[in-house]
């Protein structure tokens, strides 16, 4: 009796593992698109467009600065990973002003578990322009260096149309994988080909509202991606280096306009948070 009962007792645990095993892989994930060869590139570009008063800092910590943006990557628990996208579908529909740009307005008209839920990027960028503000007035300077690595990498994140979306990996278009051809493969492949352009620095009078700008104009670009993949997997039967070579001549001008902007908008919030900091000497 006893072995009959533990015997039916394994075979229980053994279905119910198999059965998580089998829902994990159903279950959505947060994958970015952005890997660590586009931050890397974004660093790098947005170097060059800062002004000669803090210029040389950056150019100094550029080593440090590429050896870090990629650090939020590394996050495993769901309270980081969700700092690192924005769920605007979760808030109605285009440009989504039902969600309130204030984090404590947004609690108190969502709750903090929904918040959290669909994401908190435009927040974070918030929080960490000012962490890298009050370490350039309190001349923290490895400090400054790693809040600005890290702030770069939301800033970055915000530019990935699929870190804005519930279809954040094509499952719900049928197109699974599209978020890493996009915003790692095709930038792995043909990087060496972008003609990027970033703009000057400028000053932001408000960093969390312009991430949320950020946010919204990437989302805008979704459709044009996804139908940009359809097409260029048309007539295939795998992701070849055909389709490839497709996809980078429909794509190729919205993901380096995206990486671009990026880079501007990295060495704006590194501008910006040294302006408000009081514009200090920085060290050389």
């Known amino acids: 009796m006893l072995r009959t009962v533990r015997a039916s007792n394994l075979n229980l645990f ?65 309270a980081e990973r969700n700092k690192q996208f924005l769920l605007l579908e979760k808030y109605g529909h285009f440009p989504f002003e039902a969600i309130p740009r204030d984090y404590k307005a947004a609690v108190a008209k969502f709750g903090r578990p929904k918040l959290e839920a669909n994401g908190l990027l435009p927040w974070q960028i918030g929080v960490y322009s000012q962490k890298l503000t009050e370490s350039m007035r309190a001349g923290k300077w490895d400090e400054a260096r790693l809040n600005a690595a890290i702030l770069a990498n939301y800033v970055a994140a915000s530019h990935d149309p699929f870190n804005t979306t519930d279809n954040n990996d094509g499952r719900l278009s049928g197109q699974l994988g599209v978020n890493e051809r996009f915003g790692a493969t095709l930038i792995d492949r043909y990087s060496s ?53 497709r996809f980078y001549n429909q794509a190729a001008a919205l993901l380096i306009r995206q990486l671009s902007d990026a880079s501007t908008d990295v060495g704006s919030f590194w501008y910006t948070a040294w302006k408000n900091a009081g514009s200090p000497q920085l060290p050389h």
């Open 14 to 78: 053994l279905a119910l593992t198999c059965s998580f095993a089998f829902a994990a892989l159903f279950v959505p994930s947060q994958a970015r698109a952005w890997g660590e060869s586009a931050n890397k590139l974004v660093v790098n570009r947005a170097i060059e467009t800062l002004p000669p008063d803090i210029r040389p800092f950056f150019e100094n910590s550029r080593g440090f600065l590429l050896l870090h943006v990629n650090d939020p990557l590394a996050e495993k628990t769901p």
């Open 193 to 245: 080909f972008f003609p990027m352009r970033p703009n000057d620095a400028m000053f932001i009078g408000d960093p969390t509202d312009y991430a949320f700008e950020a946010c919204l104009r990437s989302h805008s670009w979704l459709e044009t991606i996804l139908f940009a993949d359809r097409n260029a997997r048309r007539g295939l039967k795998s992701y070849n280096d055909e389709y490839y070579d």
